[in-house]
T-cell receptor, first 114, second 114 residues
Framework: AQSVAQPEDQVNVAEGNPLTVKCTYS??????LFWYVQYPNRGLQFLLK??????LVKGSYGFEAEFNKSQTSFHLKKPSALVSDSALYFC????????????FGRGTSLIVHP | NAGVTQTPKFQVLKTGQSMTLQCAQD?????MSWYRQDPGMGLRLIHY???????DQGEVPNGYNVSRSTTEDFPLRLLSAAPSQTSVYFC?????????????FGPGTRLTVL
């Protein structure tokens, strides 16, 4: 079985400050990890993924995520938040070699204050 | 490419009515899925398909039917709508790139059942 936990329902950050959205996972075998973003009244958009290799993954819109195998975490980060980053963020995991269907977390609402 | 399209964008039904949510993709993706999104619940998988003529149940299939007669289309049928089916429904398509299945989401259908 695979699962994802996003421990924070909401993250508040001031514009210009660094942001972190947390994600931990559980999966049998090697994980494939994903972050998606959902803007209001829109579908989910792919941000970045970790498959293998470098633990620091860079994605769209200046976001990056760090894979930590020992802590089974895949936190999303950005050095300087923008008001336009305010959205709902989903972490997802699937096992390499397993079903193509990922398991999604419950989502974290990021609010960036001007 | 239009990507993944969903119709209608909004729908209001009365309890007991039936309807079909349409989903189409023009990327020749083999895999398609239906999710529902409810506050605090994240995305839950309803049904999925790994190719034309092949469908399977996800986490919350009760009250929904699907079929996949073509690669492009994956309609979701509500047989007898219930207020518990009030939700936002997302269709997604996916393809394998080296064993990694990145998902592409449609804009969603917001359904209210009275």
């Amino acid at each position: 079985a695979q699962s994802v936990a996003q421990p924070e329902d909401q993250v508040n950050v001031a514009e210009g400050n660094p942001l972190t959205v947390k994600c931990t996972y559980s999966v049998s075998g090697n994980p494939y990890l994903f972050w998606y973003v959902q803007y209001p009244n829109r579908g989910l958009q792919f941000l970045l993924k970790y498959i293998t290799g470098d633990n620091l993954v860079k994605g769209s819109y200046g976001f990056e995520a760090e894979f930590n195998k020992s802590q089974t975490s895949f936190h999303l980060k950005k050095p300087s938040a923008l008001v336009s980053d305010s959205a709902l963020y989903f972490c997802a995991v699937r096992a390499s070699g397993g079903s193509y269907i990922p398991t999604f977390g419950r989502g974290t609402s990021l609010i960036v204050h001007p | 490419n239009a990507g993944v399209t969903q119709t209608p964008k909004f729908q209001v039904l009365k309890t007991g009515q039936s309807m079909t949510l349409q989903c189409a993709q023009d990327m020749n993706h083999e895999y398609m899925s239906w999710y529902r999104q409810d506050p605090g619940m994240g995305l839950r998988l309803i049904h999925y398909s790994v190719g034309a003529g092949i469908t399977d149940q996800g986490e919350v299939p009760n009250g929904y039917n699907v079929s996949r007669s073509t690669t492009e289309d994956f309609p979701l049928r509500l047989l007898s709508a219930a207020p518990s089916q009030t939700s936002v429904y997302f269709c997604a398509s996916s393809y394998s790139s080296g064993g990694v299945y990145e998902q592409f989401f449609g804009p969603g259908t917001r359904l209210t059942v009275l």
